[in-house]
């Protein structure tokens, strides 16, 4: 019992840190993005937007 609850904890806390890598990934190429269209504080201010969207 104690082995599989080990299991699917090791599970959950993989796909948290997938999600974390995606959000990072995603947030990354939105800024590189608009850097090359942009000034920095719409970048900035579109991340943070996002960063609040995925943690409500």
Do not use: Q
């Not at 599970?11 to 993005?33: A, N, P």
């Not at 996002?50 to 943690?55: A, E, S, V, Y």
Request: aromatic share 12%.
């Amino acid at each position: 019992m104690h082995n599989l609850y080990f299991c699917s904890n090791i599970i959950y806390v993989g796909s948290s840190m997938i999600m974390i890598i995606v959000e990072l990934s995603g947030v990354i190429l939105i800024l590189l993005y608009l850097c090359k269209r942009t000034d920095m504080f719409d970048a900035v201010d579109l991340a943070l937007v996002l960063h609040c969207f995925f943690h409500k």
